[in-house]
């Protein structure tokens, strides 16, 4: 089992940055993949950066490339996302999620994924 909690959300001004981090507990934290989704009103959730269990594999959806940065401790079992040069499209409740998932194909879809953080709102204001 593993448990996660996001923090680090919050308003900001187009071009501003934040630094989303989420905690997670439970000993297997480092055999897990891990991956950030975000899901705006009305819209379905959405693949936004992924880091396999080791750390040395990351993708990003094309929106956020060159903007965001996926990293992950797995001493300290936190995995955090780096948004820099932030837009109002970005605006949505971010989500962390783990999952014992091998492929980078894999890693990007939600459906994957078997545990689930509470969510943090991020809104980005033009």
């Known amino acids: 089992q593993v448990q996660l909690v996001e923090s680090g959300g919050g308003l900001v001004q187009a071009g501003g940055s934040l630094r989303l981090s989420c905690a997670a507990s439970?000993?297997?934290?480092?055999?897990?993949?891990m991956g950030w989704f975000r899901q705006a009103p009305g819209k379905e959730r959405e693949f936004v950066a992924t880091?396999?269990?080791?750390?040395?594999?990351?993708s990003y959806v094309d929106s956020v490339k060159g903007r965001f940065t996926i990293t992950r401790d797995n001493a300290r079992k936190t995995v955090d996302l780096q948004m820099n040069a932030l837009k109002p499209e970005d605006t949505a409740v971010y989500y962390c999620?783990?999952?014992?998932?091998?492929?980078?194909?894999?890693?990007?879809?939600?459906?994957?994924?078997?545990?689930w953080g509470q969510g943090t709102q991020v809104t980005v204001s033009s």
């Open positions: 999620a783990a999952g014992d998932l091998r492929t980078t194909q894999a890693r990007s879809q939600a459906r994957k994924y078997n545990y």
């Open positions: 439970g000993r297997t934290f480092s055999e897990y993949a």
């Open positions: 880091i396999s269990a080791s750390g040395l594999v990351r």
